[in-house]
């Protein structure tokens, strides 16, 4: 069973930065596209990053404007999301997200979620 467990969320400052973690379990994570969503406060579930299965290549939402890479370690079966220059609206619950074929940067066609970590942004 396919386990995606997201740390690092928390309280800070705008203009500051934050790195999320998500551990990934009980899947083939080199050969898995992996991403992030965020969902704001009564907002819609949002595309913010995805990374390629062999790393080469990495997409975001066009919100990110470069604030924020994704990176992925297979070794730890790890991904990562760095964000920087963050603003108000990046506040939202940052869920981490799984493709086995593609690129998990849709909805309704991830193949696993996390339960989400919360990340507040205070202006």
């Known amino acids: 069973q396919v386990e995606l467990v997201e740390s690092g969320g928390g309280l800070v400052q705008a203009g500051g930065s934050l790195r999320l973690s998500c551990k990934a379990s009980g899947l083939d994570f080199s050969a898995s596209a992996m991403g992030w969503f965020r969902q704001g406060p009564g907002g819609e579930r949002l595309f913010v990053a995805a990374?390629?299965?062999?790393?080469?290549?990495?997409y975001y939402g066009p919100f990110v404007k470069g604030r924020f890479t994704i990176s992925r370690d297979d070794a730890t079966n790890t991904v990562t999301l760095e964000m920087k220059s963050l603003k108000a609206e990046d506040t939202a619950v940052y869920y981490c997200?799984?493709?086995?074929?593609?690129?998990?940067?849709?909805?309704?066609?991830?193949?696993?979620w996390g339960r989400g970590t919360l990340v507040t942004v205070s202006s």
């Open positions: 997200v799984q493709k086995r074929i593609g690129i998990p940067d849709s909805i309704d066609t991830v193949d696993a």
């Open positions: 990374i390629n299965w062999r790393g080469t290549s990495t």
